[in-house]
């Protein structure tokens, strides 16, 4: 019997959630709901075509996740945006030092089934 994968992270703009077969962002509180109200998006697998994992900095002070998603609206990020357009890209989650290695862990799960 195989057992079930469900991977959860929890950012500053949102949360995103990994079960096997989808992506699900779900935005909550003040941060995930600007720019992006409240809800959840779900990405089947198949539709990802890659993930992109922008680690903290001291510099910046925070660090993303975003999915790549044809089709989808994704901000493109000129020299040293990176993070503030993470905030509005609607397939990026940001998140802080403490959070890091949960994203980590989702992001290599992601990969292990791309």
Do not use: C
Not at 11 to 37: A, C, S, Y
Not at 52 to 63: D, S
Not at 86 to 91: G, L
Request: proline share 4%; charged share 25%; hydrophobic share 40%.
């Amino acid at each position: 019997m195989v057992k079930a994968l469900l991977v959860t992270a929890p950012g500053k703009n949102g949360r995103v959630t990994f079960d096997g077969h989808t992506v699900k962002i779900t935005r909550e509180g003040l941060r995930g709901r600007v720019g992006h109200g409240r809800g959840e998006k779900i990405i089947p697998l198949a539709q990802v075509a890659g993930v992109q994992l922008v680690p903290w900095t001291w510099a910046k002070g925070w660090g993303y996740l975003s999915l790549t998603v044809p089709g989808s609206l994704e901000s493109h990020s000129s020299h040293g945006q990176g993070v503030k357009d993470a905030f509005k890209d609607e397939n990026s989650v940001v998140f802080s030092r403490k959070q890091e290695e949960q994203f980590r862990v989702l992001r290599d799960a992601i990969l292990a089934v791309l």
